[in-house]
């Protein structure tokens, strides 16, 4: 007589013989077995100075243990009126989910286009920011899986930096490391850039020690901060390696350099 | 112009054949000031004469770029133009977005000729009444479309609209020969001397009046392109003062022909 | 004994068990692909001097069953391009389909204008992107090979996620693991595979396709090669593996009952 109790639990007790159960429900949510993600690692790092702003970014593509390129830039100019961006302004790094990351720059660099259109001027480092963080809110429910950064000079003239999290939330910085290798760089640039935990010796004793002054750095200096910085991540994460791209932004345009990596 | 039964709406023949609607807003481009355009095997070119409503005004803009590979110059409703070139605007971004690739010119223009012939046919529509001319190169090669409030396209190699155009366009008939193996520079200068012909009696080119738009190709390949630029003010001195030394010559021509 | 006109016919639930109306259910929530189904295995590609030489063999896997052993994994597009496929086969066949409508409306009309690899392969990431996005995969790895806009060797990959990278070697699935690094020897950089002639490149390849049947269970001795120059393409559909060596398998100690 057990099969007069409907297997059905909400129908549990004395039942008709034939399962009255709702036609459409087949009980249970279908899984999803399909993941719209994926890392492809690499790191990204941004360093604004006085006059100059340096974004860079290794060229590798993995998954998971497989490189799937060596050279896939992830460091784009942004907004120029030509195919090759020759007289674009504004520069964009992306890491992370590198399809969203492609969709991201392709978005915010029409929209940049858009605006250049528009108004017939280029769009400011710091309206390109507040636009971008919309765009990431705008899929704050399938969010773009990057980590971007946004630099360029601001209307003084000044580097500028803003960094993001995968919804939109940003800020302005003088330096930010984004990616796989994130944790590893941003210590080594909070001590170098920001001059974190350096102190005048002899200054005096414990909380008493006097800070080392915080001066910005001249280009040169910074530019081999970031090849420091790459080729001590690239010893340390395997994620990182092969080429490193920098895009050197000054009020003369932008400078791009490529240099190689440790391929191991 | 006197009023008809037929001209109501752009959806209805006359008994001639005729759509008045469409034949008014082809009127409408030959208010507008006049635009050259020409191209040759290496350049497409557009030169604009710019009108100001009133002495405190600005200058119209007469010339637009729409892409990196190509811009228009535009006679009749502005802001017809506007809507249609923010139209192209959006077809060129998506053609480089979706593949990665500068639109070919022939489609663009077909693209904004249907939009245009649509107008024509639906009740309660109006014609633009705008007529372009449309300069740049894709891969093959440099090309100039006119394009017509009636949805007419057709490619040219060398085009005057606007008002007293037909001047310019005699003068292009005449000098048609010579456009195919210009270089840049002359054919700005061809492109001046049309604009130049048209000009009412009391008028002079300055440097105030004139758009030059300049598209071409260096080599092979669409990387090797020199984008479609456009010359306002100071930067169209150089090919304005030419002109205005080289039409003395040609005026004492013209006068001793005339003589004999 | 029930009444009830709804169990008039039905088998008792008592003797048969509940009865399964699933099989009654069409109106149900829409379904998007989950797996693949039946799948084909690598593609492997290496550019050269000239072009770009890409192979996949001839086998639909059904699971672990060699389900189809004369599919053709490599697409012709307008004559310029190839496509390899790799992953589910029905969502190939949709998206062969797709690109066979997309050559035919860029061939129609105007002449001159034909998408090369390069915006072949932006159209196509674009549409797995879109697919992805909308949680309705189409469960691919693909390779397109081809020429660039500047008719330089093309060879790119893009997958069911919409992610995308260019290489001088590429190899999907488990030719990522077994034929890459045989292709990154002979073709470690651009320049390297820009000296390469189209023998030694046919030689990596077939080496490569020769690798993954002695180890990939998934694998056929069957296979399609095709090169891709600016002469046009050369797809051969029903290559044999040739040399195999076997000699090594009665060596193999430790699998299975066969312990020394």
């Known amino acids: 007589m057990s099969a007069m109790f409907s297997q059905n639990p909400l129908m549990n007790g004395p039942n008709y013989s034939f399962n009255q159960a709702p036609a459409t429900a087949s009980g249970g949510n279908t899984e999803h077995s399909f993941y719209p993600y994926t890392d492809n690692g690499g790191s990204t790092l941004a360093i604004s100075g006085n006059d100059f702003t340096i974004i860079a970014g290794d060229t590798r593509s993995t998954s998971g243990y497989s490189i799937n390129s060596r050279y896939s830039p992830k460091v784009f100019k942004i907004g120029g009126t030509t195919s090759s961006q020759d007289d674009a302004n504004l520069v964009l790094s992306v890491v992370g989910f ?116 915080n001066i910005p ?48 | ?51 100001n409503a009133e002495e405190l ?53 077909n693209s904004i000729g249907d939009r245009a012939q649509t107008n024509t046919q639906h009740y309660g529509k109006r014609p633009y009444g705008v007529g372009l001319l449309v300069a740049g190169v894709d891969e093959t090669g440099p090309h100039l479309f006119e394009f017509q409030p009636s949805g007419m396209t057709q490619e ?71 984008g479609f630029k456009l010359f306002d003010g100071q930067n169209v001195k150089q090919w304005v003062d030419m002109v205005a030394e080289g039409t003395e010559e040609a005026a004492e021509e013209e006068s001793m022909e005339v003589d004999s | 004994m029930n009444h009830l006109p709804q169990a008039w016919g039905r088998p008792r639930d ?65 004559e310029t391009s190839v496509v390899g496929f790799g992953g589910d086969v029905s969502d190939m066949q949709y998206l062969d389909r797709l690109l066979n409508s997309l050559d035919i409306q860029e061939a129609y009309g105007s002449s001159g204008h034909t998408l090369n690899a390069q915006n072949l392969h932006t159209y196509l990431s674009k549409v797995l992107y879109k697919r992805r996005s909308d949680f309705n995969p189409l469960w691919n790895q693909l390779l397109v090979a081809g020429l660039d806009g500047e008719s330089k060797p093309f060879l790119a990959a893009a997958d069911l996620l919409g992610t995308t990278f260019s290489s001088p070697s590429l190899a999907t699935g488990y030719g990522a693991h077994l034929a890459q690094p045989l292709l990154r ?11 390469l002639s189209l023998e030694q490149a046919l030689e990596a390849v077939k080496e490569s396709m020769k690798v993954l049947f002695y180890r990939d269970a998934r694998s056929m001795d069957k296979y399609s090669i095709a090169v891709i120059t600016k002469d046009g393409i050369d797809l051969k559909e029903n290559e044999q593996l040739e040399k195999q060596s076997w000699a090594f398998a009665d060596q193999i100690r430790g699998y299975g009952t066969q312990v020394n």
Do not use: W
Not at chain 1, 183 to 212: C, T
Not at chain 2, 196 to 210: G, R
Not at chain 3, 28 to 46: C, D, M, N, Y
């Open chain 3, 14 to 78: 008592d003797v048969y068990g509940a009865y399964d109306s699933s099989y009654l259910q069409n109106g149900g929530p829409t379904q998007h692909t989950q797996r693949p189904i039946v799948t084909g295995t690598s593609v492997v590609a290496l550019k050269f001097k000239d072009g770009v030489v890409i192979a996949a063999d001839n086998l639909a896997s059904y699971g672990s069953l060699a389900r189809f052993t004369d599919v053709k994994r490599l697409r012709k597009f307008a």
């Open chain 2, 156 to 226: 040219m190699v060398a085009c005057a609209i606007g008002a007293r155009s037909q001047m310019a366009r005699t003068y292009l008939e005449r000098n048609l020969e010579k456009f195919v193996d210009c270089g840049r520079e002359e054919l700005v200068v061809h492109g001046l001397k049309a604009l130049k012909e048209s000009l009412a009696q009391d008028k002079e080119l300055t440097v105030e009046n004139c758009s030059v738009g300049v598209v071409g190709i260096r080599g092979e390949g669409m990387k090797a392109i020199e």
């Open chain 2, 57 to 109: 005004s600005s200058y119209q803009k007469k010339i637009i770029a729409i892409d990196e590979h190509l811009g228009l110059s535009l006679a009749g409703l502005a802001s017809d133009a506007r809507v249609l070139s923010n139209f192209m605007k959006q077809q060129s971004l998506s053609s480089r977005l979706t593949y990665g690739r500068a639109i070919p010119l022939s489609r663009l223009v």
């Open chain 1, 217 to 264: 750095l001249p280009k040169d200096e910074v530019e081999d901060l970031v090849k420091d910085a790459f080729d001590s991540a690239v010893e340390r994460h395997i994620e990182v390696g092969d080429g490193l791209q920098m895009l050197i932004i000054t009020k003369a345009g932008i400078e791009e350099k490529y240099l190689p990596l440790k391929k191991d």
């Open chain 3, 185 to 195: 020897n002979v073709a470690p950089d651009e320049e390297a595979a820009s000296k």
């Open chain 1, 98 to 213: 590198a399809a969203d990351g492609e969709a991201l720059k392709e978005r915010l660099d029409a929209i940049v286009k858009m605006y250049r259109y528009q108004h017939g001027k280029p769009m400011s480092v710091k309206a390109c920011a507040q636009r971008l963080s919309t765009i990431l809110y705008g899929k704050r429910f399938f969010p773009y899986y990057v980590t971007a950064i946004l630099g360029g000079l601001d209307e003084e003239g000044k580097g500028a930096v803003y960094s993001y999290d995968p919804v939109g939330s940003y800020e302005r910085e003088q330096c930010r490391a984004a990616g796989a290798a994130a944790s590893l760089i941003m210590p080594f640039l909070d001590n170098q850039v920001n001059f974190k935990n350096q102190y005048i010796p002899g200054s005096g004793e414990g909380h008493a020690l006097q800070e080392r002054e």
């Open chain 2, 1 to 51: 112009m006197f009023r008809n039964n037929y001209d109501n709406d752009s959806v209805t023949f006359s008994p001639q054949g005729r759509i008045f609607q469409v034949e008014y807003a082809s009127e409408a481009v030959k208010q507008g000031s006049v635009v050259v355009g020409i191209v040759s095997k290496t350049h497409a070119v557009l030169v604009a004469l710019k009108r």
